[in-house]
């Protein structure tokens, strides 16, 4: 397959790479998955077994986001389960992102309550989910991928499994092209990245894209 366009990220840093160690398969990427990490720093994805293709590292000081590149953009990256038969996950040219954070209350009222800096997606500050839309701008310029995404953004807990009814048919998803988070991806059970303001991340991304 062709890959067509800049396959690193301007500015993303590239000092942890998986791709040497797994390889990937070949895609011409017209999607954007969205995790958030529930985590609070960069993760290590078991030595880059279940790495992404980026990672957004808020910088709460610098009030910015500090990019990682594991993958290229247009290779295949490995932070959604693809289960035997059904559909591709992973290989479906899709680019995934996960957002260093978390999507779930709980997890960030007890963060809160220990006083542990953090960036809630949810309720992302401004700076935040702008550095988001500004790769979505980037990925849609670059790579075509369309600014629009599924209707149902639940919050987690709802959005473990098919709580509110958000995932997409394997048939639903063979089609997607766009902008989704894990929560939608067939074969998955995961509920990130939640609430997030996915109206708000495409106004922005379409304010980038035309500034
Ligand atoms: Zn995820």
């Given at each position: ?12 840093h590239?000092?942890?790479?998986y ?9 011409e ?18 030595g ?24 290229d953009?247009?290779?295949?990256s ?16 899709v680019c ?45 310029e670059e ?54 303001d ?10 980038a894209?035309?500034g």
């Amino acid at each position: 397959m062709t890959r067509t366009g800049p396959q690193h990220y301007p500015g993303a840093h590239r000092d942890h790479w998986y791709q040497d160690d797994f390889g990937g398969d070949r895609m011409e990427v017209n999607v954007v998955v969205l995790h958030t990490t529930e985590g609070r720093s960069l993760p290590g994805y078991q030595g880059g077994a279940s790495a992404p293709n980026l990672t957004a590292v808020p910088d709460l000081a610098a009030r910015k986001l500090t990019w990682y590149q594991h993958f290229d953009i247009d290779i295949s990256s490995r932070a959604l389960r693809n289960r035997p038969g059904g559909v591709q996950t992973n290989t479906l040219n899709v680019c995934q992102v996960e957002l260093v954070g978390t999507c779930d209350p709980e997890l960030h009222s007890k963060w809160r309550t220990g006083g542990k800096a953090h960036v809630y997606w949810p309720k992302a500050p401004a700076w935040a989910l702008l550095g988001v839309a500004r790769f979505l701008a980037w990925a849609h310029e670059e790579h075509d991928v369309p600014l629009r995404g599924p209707a149902l953004w639940p919050a987690y807990p709802k959005s473990y499994g098919n709580g509110a009814g958000q995932r997409m048919s394997g048939a639903r998803w063979n089609d997607f092209k766009g902008v989704c988070g894990h929560m939608h991806v067939p074969e998955n059970d995961h509920g990130d990245p939640g609430a997030i303001d996915f109206d708000e991340l495409i106004r922005l991304a379409k304010a980038a894209v035309q500034g």
